[in-house]
């Protein structure tokens, strides 16, 4: 083995969301909130393109997907529109996302707009899939 790369090996690379299914927890005396950790990665690597932490809180009376916090390295983005493709198919209009680790200009420009009071924002879905 002479240490190169094959030929457009980096180019057949896949993508692959890794769902991890973290459990439930009371959130109050009749809500369980259940969390999700999602992962980015290409194929065979063992480290992630981008990570982040879903749940599914009640806010104002409806239960809604939550993006509790979203990891920057490098794939926010699609990492982002995989996270809105599985809301769609859920049946999600709005998702949310907590404020408090993302860059103003990153959730500007992914169309987040930020609610008055609180630490979070929200995005409404096109019907787009």
Known sequence: ?????????QAESR????????GSAYAGE?????YIFLSLVHDGSPDPLASAVINFPVIDGKRVL????I???????SLIESIESIARKRG???????????EKNFLK??????LPGRMMAKKVLSNET
């Open 109 to 114: 420009n992914q169309g987040f707009i930020k």
């Open 66 to 69: 939550f993006i509790h916090d």
């Open 1 to 9: 083995m002479n240490g190169n790369n094959p030929a457009g090996a």
């Open 71 to 77: 990891q920057p390295h490098g794939e926010k983005e």
């Open 92 to 102: 999600y209009d709005t998702i949310y996302i907590n404020t408090s680790r993302q």
């Open 30 to 34: 009749n809500i369980r909130d259940d």
């Open 15 to 22: 993508l692959r969301l890794l769902l991890t299914y973290k």
